[in-house]
């Protein structure tokens, strides 16, 4: 269905053991990978949505232990958190800007800015052992909610909260939440680079090519293929 510019299609996707209809709605014209990202948040909303269902979630406001971990996000992700943080009233941005200013600070002074050939897990269990509060944590609860990472709306947990502040992680049993993460961290870089959400503003001062513009239904595609991988 095509009208006022945009495109609405029913994507029907078997993923894990999910079969999942979910309505997307995207720009015809081409557009930088930023504007697909809200379709493709509701449309990870529902693969949670539809996990949790049939599970206890412990997760709850204000328990905030997993917002202490390292966040892993994309260019299209750190774009789209950039633009929010610019749009952010004068104050709520310099405050904002001050903790990622503090998280960076501390994250290379404890040598944790790049790999340096520290494998994923690794770097996880570092990082998580600075007990970093992401810079979007305010009173315990994430401040851009709506807005959040996709990887911040699947990790969800049904073991006991309290275990979620372990350094080791030990009896915290994840939902099993496929993760379409993983396919959106594709859709600019195909080789799913990405950076710790603490480093944003770091990693924005880092030269990058231009933002490739693509219509809505082919930045849809790219997620597609890349979910089939
Ligand atoms: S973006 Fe929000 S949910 Fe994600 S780690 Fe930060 S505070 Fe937590």
Redesign the pocket.
């Given at each position: 269905m095509a009208g006022s510019g945009q495109s609405t299609a029913t994507l029907r996707l078997k993923v894990g053991n999910l079969d999942i209809a979910h309505p997307i709605t995207v720009p015809n014209a081409a557009v930088p990978a930023t504007e697909v990202l809200p379709a493709l948040q509701g449309l990870v909303n529902a693969v949670v949505g539809a996990t949790e269902a049939d599970l206890t979630i412990s997760c709850r406001k204000g328990c905030?232990a997993?917002?202490r971990h390292l966040?892993p996000i994309s260019r299209t992700e750190g774009e789209a958190l950039l633009a929010l943080v610019d749009a952010m009233p004068k104050e709520r941005r310099k405050a904002v800007r001050a903790r990622f200013a503090s998280a960076e600070a501390q994250i290379t002074a404890a040598g944790l800015a790049e790999p340096a050939g520290r494998g994923d897990q690794e770097m996880s269990l570092a990082y998580f052992a600075l007990r970093l509060a992401?810079p979007?944590?305010e009173d315990e609860s994430?401040s851009?909610?709506p807005d959040?990472?996709l990887v911040?709306r699947e990790h969800l947990v049904t073991s006991p909260a309290a275990l979620c502040s372990g350094l080791a992680q030990e009896g915290v049993t994840p939902a099993p939440v496929p993760k379409l993460s993983l396919a959106a961290q594709r859709l600019q870089d195909e080789d799913g680079s990405w950076f710790a959400?603490a480093m944003l503003m770091a990693w924005n001062r880092k030269p990058r090519p231009p933002a490739r513009r693509r219509s809505g239904t082919e930045w849809v595609q790219r997620f597609l293929k890349n979910l089939s991988r």
């Open positions: 905030a997993c917002c966040v992401c979007f944590l994430c851009i909610h959040r990472p911040c959400l």
